[in-house]
């Protein structure tokens, strides 16, 4: 539903502990909302109605909800890339399965053959966090005892 618009760059930014530097650019902002929603709408499962004239939902309450989830979406993505970039060159063996022990450092990696799946970490990390999640469901977006398509 590309029509729909989830969040301005203005509301993210407004969102409570939205952890959105001042610093970024609206063009970045911008791509990061783009690819939060992209990431929300595989989980919908009733959309809005949509005011026509504003393509947004047509109810205040739902579009608050709406920016909430693109706004936590993007703060648990930009965590973890601040994980990723804190773990530099040991990201990916985590992310490949391997371990790191740090009293002497030491790394060993399990490869894809392993037994664990290895790290969700950085552009891998969950795709909807929890809070997004939780603003969805008070969205009337997602929930419900089942699907409605």
Request: proline share 4%.
């Amino acid at each position: 539903m590309t029509d729909l618009i989830w969040a301005t760059t203005a509301e993210v930014r407004a969102y409570p502990d939205s952890g959105i530097p001042a610093d970024m650019t609206e063009p970045a902002l911008e791509l990061a909302i783009t690819k939060a929603v992209r990431a929300l709408e595989r989980v919908i499962i009733r959309w809005p109605t949509v005011d026509s004239e504003t393509g947004r939902a047509f109810d205040d309450g739902v579009r608050a909800d709406m920016i909430a989830a693109v706004a936590e979406t993007i703060k648990a993505r930009r965590k973890a890339e601040a994980v990723e970039a804190g773990l530099g060159g040991l990201a990916p063996i985590l992310a490949d399965g391997g371990s790191i022990s740090t009293k002497t450092l030491s790394a060993s990696t399990a490869g894809r053959s392993g037994s664990g799946g290895g790290a969700r970490i950085g552009e891998n990390a969950t795709r909807v966090p929890l809070d997004a999640v939780d603003a969805l469901q008070s969205a009337g977006l997602i929930g419900g005892s089942v699907r409605t398509w």
